[in-house]
């Protein structure tokens, strides 16, 4: 076994073809497909399995990737311990996250990372729910190096980074807009709508603490869908600050009475993971968490 090889079968996992997997290694499809060739004949198993949305391991090739994974991990590690040694910062960040975080925020603690740290590449994986499981599973299997996820998290390391206001979002045209707070009680009294960058389990149980429910009378998985059927006046919503650092025209946001608050916090599955990249990275965020926050008060001192 060659660790081109394992390398190709990574890359194909991550990326769900052979063509973007041989751009991203900046080889052929056809040395990809001979070193592929070359493993499965060497391990006597199928490893992965081409269809119609794409090339997915089969049960063997998952089995495989957990330590095809690992090995990979530990490649990058000595290759970036070898670049720091040479006062060169490298490696690669593999960072999973909730939705809501990854609209504004990631996006640019991305941006000034590899403008700053040109040999740092960073992958973003978005968990395709609001929900954290698969973003744990990821991490349990290698498949992330971190994960930005919603408090509280058990068995993991967590590095805090930031508490996120939940605030209720209206059309300007109603007459929740004039109000400086928006109760849960005055929000109970109109239609919600229920998306991916919702966080459920805060917007459930503050209604409960209310003795009442949300009317969800629509479930959309696209912040802009979102946006534009607040704005056309169909429904009210509870969305996480972060995703909006730029109120969108024709709607509103103000602060939900009781207030509601989330933790956001990078996870991992032990300190061991946190090398001289990824510990750059958390304090590139940390970084940035502050001065959002002093762009803010500056903002309200005007």
């Known amino acids: 076994m060659k660790l081109h090889q394992v390398r190709a079968l990574v890359a194909i996992a991550e990326t769900g073809s052979f063509m973007a997997a041989a751009e991203h290694l900046r080889i052929s499809q056809s040395s990809l497909s001979h070193a592929i060739a070359d493993l499965e004949e060497e391990l006597n198993l199928r490893l992965l399995e081409r269809g119609r949305e794409g090339t997915v391991p089969t049960e063997a090739g998952r089995r495989v990737l957990i330590h095809a994974r690992q090995i990979s991990a530990c490649l990058d590690s000595i290759r970036a311990e070898a670049a720091n040694m040479a006062g060169l910062l490298s490696g690669k960040v593999r960072i999973g996250s909730v939705p809501s975080a990854a609209v504004a925020f990631l996006p640019r603690l991305i941006a000034q990372v590899v403008h700053e740290h040109p040999q740092v590449e960073v992958l973003l994986l978005e968990e395709p729910s609001q929900g954290m499981q698969q973003l744990i599973e990821w991490l349990k299997n290698n498949v992330i190096d971190v994960a930005l996820l919603e408090l509280p998290v ?99 946001l103000r602060p939900v009475n009781p207030c509601l608050r989330r933790e956001l916090a990078f996870v991992m599955k032990s300190p061991d993971r946190l090398g001289p990249a990824l510990g750059m990275f958390i304090r590139k965020a940390h970084e940035l968490v502050e001065l959002s926050r002093a762009a803010r008060v500056h903002r309200r001192s005007r």
């Open 154 to 252: 058990n068995g993991l390391h967590v590095v805090s980074l930031m508490s996120d206001e939940l605030c209720a979002i209206v059309s300007k045209s109603s007459p929740l807009a004039r109000r400086a707070k928006i109760s849960i009680r005055e929000l109970a009294e109109k239609p919600f709508i229920m998306s991916r960058y919702n966080s459920e389990r805060l917007i459930w149980n503050a209604y409960a603490a209310h003795k009442c429910s949300p009317q969800v009378r629509f479930e959309v998985q696209d912040i802009g869908t979102l946006v534009s059927m607040v704005r056309e006046g169909l429904g009210v919503s509870i969305v996480p600050r972060v995703a909006f650092p730029l109120i969108p025209d024709g709607v509103i």
